[in-house]
């Protein structure tokens, strides 16, 4: 699967990516889409804003989910249209939101009373209309990590929903927004589809209410966070969108109404290899340590969030033996640790290992820290070193 005769010259670590496996995902959804024309999907530039990942997401006719000013400019740039780009977060700047305004962008996701007047206000000035829609906290454990569970009443996402009768009822008074919908977004990496059967069962109970308060919302957007397979990236290297989208299929939505998705892990991660080479392998008291040149700037999960990404020795042969290492990295924190206790083929210095399924909030995440050089990026197409 790796074309590890062309790794030879490029400087390690870099990000290799299988552009046909991401074809072959962008397939997937687009064949599930098919069927249901009202659901549309915003591709979240957080997990992976790569120009070449991000112009092959954009061909085909995908919108942008962002959480930046930068994020807006990159969708735009990538030539995703601005009536497909909508902008979330909760600390949206004065400044990021009159780029959304001046770029005429489908959508504000709003998290707050004082966001909301402020995008009122910016919006008076600049003598447009915002399209909005508000962001409800739901309160559904999503039973991910902690770090990236969203949707409960602990976290500092959305509006909770004991106020979002308050928040409907100020922007009807607002003369310069327009409600658009609502959006829910309840975790990331969710391997258990039950959340999102609880978030469906919401989404009809709140339609239904505001429907006989007179209010109608022209979208309901549900956020992201179908989860991948890090144990086994080539045994499922697709997730199941069908059975996602399948979940949402309870919703009952109105004439005209539409169903928008942000995906981003699901999209990118399985395409993308964390690729680096061993410097040192030493020997510990009790442990053997594969000392990479790869660290916590170029791949923070596992230091961030206990993570596990699967390792191969790319180098060994087929029937090297196996041992068990300690593969950690070159910056000076016990966190920069790939991994404990991993089982590879026998590693040697100048081997080259990849780290699986990092496409998503891998390379995006890199960071500068001891002054290391960001990894640079590696296509499976011809001529695409960069
Ligand atoms: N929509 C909203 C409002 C979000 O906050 C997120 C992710 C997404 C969509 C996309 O979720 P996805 O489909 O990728 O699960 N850095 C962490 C993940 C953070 C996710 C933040 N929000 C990680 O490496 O696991």
New binding site residues.
């Given amino acids: 699967m790796f074309p590890i005769e062309d790794f030879s010259g490029v400087k390690t670590p870099f990000y290799y990516y299988d552009m046909k496996l991401l074809g072959e995902t962008l397939a997937a959804i687009k064949k599930s889409l098919a069927s249901r024309p009202s659901y549309k999907v915003h591709y979240?530039l957080?997990?992976n804003a790569n120009g070449a990942i991000l112009d092959e997401i954009a061909g085909v006719g995908f919108g942008a989910?962002c959480?930046s000013g930068g994020e807006v400019r990159a969708a735009l740039d990538a030539g995703i249209p601005a009536e497909k780009v909508v902008f979330?977060?909760v600390g949206k700047t004065d400044d990021e939101i009159r780029l959304g305004l001046e770029n005429g962008i489908a959508c504000f996701?709003v998290e707050s009373i004082p966001e909301l007047e402020v995008i009122n206000e910016l919006a008076c000035e600049m003598g447009k209309k915002a399209p909005v829609a508000f962001?409800v906290n739901p309160n559904i454990d999503a039973h991910t990590?902690k770090?990236?569970t969203?949707g409960t009443s602990e976290n500092k996402?959305g509006i909770p929903m004991t106020q979002i009768g308050e928040v409907i009822s100020l922007a009807q008074t607002l003369g310069n927004v327009e409600i658009k919908g609502l959006?829910f977004?309840i975790?990331?990496?969710?391997t258990d589809m039950t959340p999102y059967a609880m978030l469906a069962e919401t989404v009809n109970r709140m339609l239904d209410e505001w429907e006989a308060k007179g209010v109608t919302f022209p979208t309901i957007n549900v956020?992201?966070?179908?989860?991948i397979d890090y144990n086994d990236p080539d045994g499922n290297p697709i997730p199941d969108f069908e059975g996602y989208f399948k979940m949402f299929d309870a919703i009952k939505l109105r004439d005209g109404q539409e169903l928008h998705f942000?995906?981003?892990?699901?999209?990118v991660a399985q395409c993308g290899s964390l690729i680096t080479r061993v410097i040192y392998v030493k020997q510990g008291v009790n442990r053997k340590f594969a000392i990479v040149d790869a660290g916590f700037t170029d791949l923070?999960?596992p230091a961030?969030?206990q993570?596990h990404h699967n390792i191969e020795n790319l180098t060994a042969e087929n029937d090297a033996p196996v041992d068990v290492y300690d593969v950690v990295g070159p910056i000076c924190e016990s966190t920069d640790c790939f991994a404990r206790d991993e089982k590879l083929a026998e590693v040697k210095r100048g081997d080259l290992l990849a780290l699986r399924s990092a496409g998503?909030?891998?390379q995006i995440?890199a960071s500068q820290y001891n002054l290391r050089e960001l990894p640079a990026s590696f296509y499976d197409l011809p001529g695409e070193k960069n």
Avoid: P, W
């Fill in positions: 979240a957080k997990a989910d959480v979330a977060g996701n962001r990590h770090y990236i969203t996402f959006h977004h975790g990331s990496q969710l956020g992201g966070g179908l989860g942000e995906l981003g892990r699901s999209v923070i999960r961030l969030y993570a998503a909030y891998g995440m």
